[in-house]
Nanobody
Framework: QVQLEESGGGSVQPGGSLRLSCIASDDTYKSYCMGWFRQSPGKELEPVAQIGGDGYAYYASAVKGRFTISQDDAKKTVYLQMNNLKPEDTATYYC???????????????????WGQGTLVTVST
């Protein structure tokens, strides 16, 4: 059972950047599809991005062109680079692993088997 731990959240002004990291406890994560989700108070969990072992990535329309998901297998880490942040990006961000790697279902939280504890991102003046 892989464990995931997010870091890198914080407070930033609109237009700023942050890079989130998700460290996996072991190398099994390399065979999974890794995703990022976010949740704002009072809202449902929202898909942000997913990357597969082939490096192909999916993005939600709200973040496409501003966010980039990547992974560094040597560090067992998945990143989410977030640029041009907006107040509506404020949320707790979660890293998740999909063991079956069902790409067409990447947006569904129920497809993911392992989750981190989340890291808070606040975008405000």
């Amino acid at each position: 059972q892989v464990q995931l731990e997010e870091s890198g959240g914080g407070s930033v002004q609109p237009g700023g950047s942050l890079r989130l990291s998700c460290i996996a406890s072991d190398d099994t994560y390399k065979s999974y599809c890794m995703g990022w989700f976010r949740q704002s108070p009072g809202k449902e969990l929202e898909p942000v991005a997913q990357i597969g072992g082939d490096g192909y990535a999916y993005y939600a329309s709200a973040v496409k062109g501003r966010f980039t998901i990547s992974q560094d297998d040597a560090k067992k880490t998945v990143y989410l680079q977030m640029n041009n942040l907006k107040p509506e990006d404020t949320a707790t961000y979660y890293c998740a692993a999909d063991v079956s790697c069902f790409r067409y279902g990447w947006r569904r939280p129920s497809n993911y088997d392992y989750w981190g504890q989340g890291t808070l991102v606040t975008v405000s003046t």
